[in-house]
């Protein structure tokens, strides 16, 4: 029997929400979970019983991703100059802009497949079905992301993401 959805939003909402904002950043990441939560809701009583929640939000998340970088990328600019940046976004460790840099400048592939790989705990599997292509082709991905972000941004906290 499926829980019902509030156990849901409360069980997977901080995993999507951190999934959120390691793909847009902490700025859009707030509208694409409560998208995704509200696609979620639309579809859960027709979801099988016997589906993987966790992987389902996340694809949703990921949808609703792409569709605010996309929208993103048709909206002008509205400033000439960053306001200051506030110290740490809600997310353990996010004091640390210095890696949040790096991995914004991966390449999206990389960088989403080592969101889901080590931000939300997802297997290859699952990437691979998020992301279209093969398991390999996810794993290795996830391994050129993290080996990118050891060279732009070599700390020791990297070496222990073998995963």
Not at 36 to 45: K, N
Request: glycine share 6%; net charge negative; hydrophobic share 45%.
């Amino acid at each position: 029997m499926k829980p019902p959805f509030e156990a849901v939003v409360t069980e997977y909402g901080p995993t999507v929400l951190r999934v959120c904002r390691v793909v847009l950043g902490a700025h859009d990441a707030e509208d694409a979970w409560s998208e995704t939560f509200l696609a979620a809701m639309r579809a859960y009583p027709d979801l099988p019983e016997t589906a993987n929640i966790e992987a389902w939000l996340v694809t949703i998340a990921h949808r609703k991703a792409i569709d605010a970088v996309r929208a993103a990328t048709r909206n002008p600019l509205p400033v000439e100059q960053m306001p200051e940046e506030p110290i740490g976004d809600g997310v353990v460790g996010a004091d640390d802009a210095g890696v949040w840099a790096a991995v914004a400048a991966l390449p999206d592939k990389q960088r989403q497949a080592i969101a889901y790989h080590y931000v939300a705990g997802l297997p290859y599997t699952e990437i691979a079905q998020i992301l279209g292509g093969s398991t390999d082709a996810a794993r290795r991905a996830a391994a050129d992301g993290v080996k990118n972000l050891r060279k732009t941004y070599p700390d020791a906290t990297l070496k222990g993401a073998t995963r």
